[in-house]
């Protein structure tokens, strides 16, 4: 399910300067659920909200040679390092990175996946905006449903302000999600929790 070693080993290099860096990236049962879910449904073509450095992206574009990637980052830094990943991986020519903030990219083509993994509090956002870029069957996966946690304690015990502000925006979109007629959503224990949304009536 890799295309080859030197690129596994690449991508694991990539992972170990990201979490020394304190980057942000995929539990590693995330980022194996995403490239099994690729496998069996044979997605092709996906869009991230995320980028980050560029490991989850690396990732799935490690499962086969087919697979083409658009993916958004608004942070500079990270967007730069992310070129810099995918042109040392060699993978790059199928790669489209945005540097801007996805609420403000406007986006037309179609997408088998779209996984949302950008600013915590915007999903419901997120998900409006690109809604309209899926196939017929496309998938909307949505990364850290429980925030670390987080999403499930009870409110007076977490001390942070803005950290509540954020588990009461997922929790929201938990709802917005269960509440959206338009789409089945189910949420998985998978790494730090998944949403997993499909058209209704396939
Ligand atoms: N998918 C990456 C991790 C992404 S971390 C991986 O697993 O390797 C989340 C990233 O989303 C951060 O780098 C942050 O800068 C970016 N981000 C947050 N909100 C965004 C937005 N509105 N538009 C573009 N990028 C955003
Ligand atoms: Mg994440």
């Known amino acids: 399910m890799i295309i080859n070693n030197e690129l596994e ?3 694991k290099q990539v992972k170990k300067e990201a979490l020394e860096k304190d980057v942000p990236i ?3 049962d995330t980022i194996n659920y995403i490239k099994k879910y690729i496998v069996e449904n044979k997605v092709k073509r996906i869009l991230e909200i995320g980028t980050a450095v560029g490991y989850s992206g690396l990732n799935y574009l490690s499962v086969d040679y087919d697979i083409s990637l658009v993916t958004i980052e608004r942070d500079e830094n990270r967007y730069l390092k992310a070129l810099q990943n ?3 991986s060699g993978l790059e020519s199928r790669v489209d990175i945005i540097f801007k903030d996805a609420l403000e990219v406007d986006i037309t083509d ?3 996946l779209v996984i949302l993994d950008g600013a915590k ?5 997120f998900f409006n905006k690109f809604q309209k870029n899926l196939t017929e069957k496309g998938t909307i996966i949505t990364d850290n449903m429980y925030l670390h946690g987080y999403v499930e304690k009870e409110e007076e015990d ?3 302000r803005n950290l509540r502000a954020l588990v009461r925006k997922i929790k929201e979109y938990h709802k917005f999600l269960e509440d959206n007629e338009e789409y089945d959503s189910e ?3 998978v790494g730090d929790g998944i949403a997993i949304s499909q058209k209704h009536n396939l």
């Open 86 to 88: 995918f042109k040392e």
């Open 121 to 125: 509090g915007q999903n419901i956002n």
């Open 26 to 28: 995929m539990e590693d």
């Open 187 to 189: 949420i998985l224990k």
């Open 158 to 160: 977490i001390t942070s």
């Open 9 to 11: 080993a690449f991508i």
């Open 110 to 112: 179609k997408f088998d």
